[in-house]
């Protein structure tokens, strides 16, 4: 008879389902439902205006800029197509620039951001002010396609 290998655990620890060569903690091949599930939110801060973002920790991220911000530099992408969110909130003194077009590669690349009808969106720079703008990538990371989920949320 002939038998099908449903799930499969390999000897570094990864769970394949509907494989047997699982190259991620979980690889699932084929349709996955679920009833609810959730993200971990990881906290950002700067460094001298640079803000990192390791996709190994998180989807979804949180900035309190509390000085401006000139760019973002992203590390851990995963190959293929990601995404990720970032919430940007003022601290209470608020002006602060944050450059949400401006990301580079750990290894100092300029990753391009490519925005709806190519208008970069300007941030809420109010005291308290919260946004939100999440980025794709089909490449593993050379470049971005920004989308704005909201801003100046009050």
Known sequence: GHTTQVAVISG??????????????LEVRGHTKLKTYSE?????SSSSGIVTIDL??????????TESITKFVIKNVPSGSS?????TKQDATGTWFIGVDSFESQGG?????????????????TANAVD???????DGGNTLYGVVGGQNFS
């Open 132 to 138: 939100l703008y999440s980025f794709k990538t089909f």
């Open 109 to 125: 690349s300029v990753i391009p951001v490519y925005w709806p009808g190519g208008v970069v969106p300007a941030v809420t720079t």
């Open 83 to 87: 995404s990720f969110t970032v919430k």
């Open 56 to 65: 190994t920790e998180a989807q979804t991220f949180e900035l309190t800029a």
């Open 40 to 44: 971990g939110v990881e906290p950002l």
């Open 12 to 25: 570094i620890g990864s769970v394949g389902i509907g494989l047997t060569d699982p190259t991620a903690n």
